[in-house]
């Protein structure tokens, strides 16, 4: 392999690893999402008069 060969498939081996970090925050994200809302649905219902 010729060096540009050589960096090329390193570049698509890199592309090609799956990254777990984007889906984890996304799960943690909509966690934390539906959290706030039965939160605030409690404070509603608690205070609010809901």
Same mark, same amino acid.
Request: aromatic share 8%.
């Given at each position: $392999?010729?060096?540009? +060969? &050589? &960096? *090329? *498939? =390193?570049s +698509?081996? =890199?592309e090609?690893?799956?990254?777990?970090?984007?889906? #984890? $925050? $996304?799960?943690? /994200? /909509?966690? *934390?999402? #539906?959290v #706030? *809302?039965?939160? /605030?649905? &409690?404070?509603? =219902?608690?205070? /609010?008069g #809901?």
């Open positions: $392999m010729t060096k540009s +060969e &050589d &960096d *090329a *498939a =390193r +698509e081996s =890199r090609s690893v799956f990254s777990p970090i984007p889906i #984890l $925050m $996304m799960i943690g /994200g /909509g966690f *934390a999402t #539906l #706030l *809302a039965k939160a /605030g649905w &409690d404070l509603l =219902r608690t205070y /609010g #809901l």
